[in-house]
């Protein structure tokens, strides 16, 4: 069975840092990718970071400076530096396993105030 458990997240203000974290279990991580991504209230599920199963990493465009992604083990980890009010999000870790659905974490919330 396949668990992401995600901690981290919360208020802060903007040019602050996060840290969130996902401990992901029940996948091969030698043929999966995993990352984040985001949601806000209206708008559809977007990408922020990702790592393939190459070790590949992939940023959004928004992203791309600001944020660091990390794999050690089975954690992945979301460094996010000089945060922007239009940061504020559901923030879910991710994991898509060869051949598999994807899997998602509960969500934790990120809001950055002005």
């Not at 802060?12 to 996948?27: F, K, N, P, Y």
């Not at 995993?34 to 465009?61: F, K």
């Not at 400076?65 to 945060?83: E, K, P, V």
């Amino acid at each position: 069975q396949v668990q992401l458990v995600e901690s981290g997240g919360g208020l802060v203000q903007a040019g602050g840092s996060l840290r969130l974290s996902c401990v992901v279990s029940g996948i091969a991580f030698s043929m999966s990718t995993v990352g984040w991504y985001r949601q806000i209230p209206g708008s559809q599920r977007e990408p922020v970071a990702t790592i393939g199963n190459t070790g590949t990493i992939i940023y959004a465009d928004s992203a791309k400076g600001r944020f660091t992604i990390s794999q050690h083990n089975s954690i992945i980890d979301l460094q996010m530096n000089s945060l922007k009010p239009e940061d504020t999000a559901v923030y879910y870790c991710y994991a898509q396993q060869w051949r598999r659905g994807a899997d998602w974490g509960q969500g934790t919330q990120v809001t950055v105030s002005s």
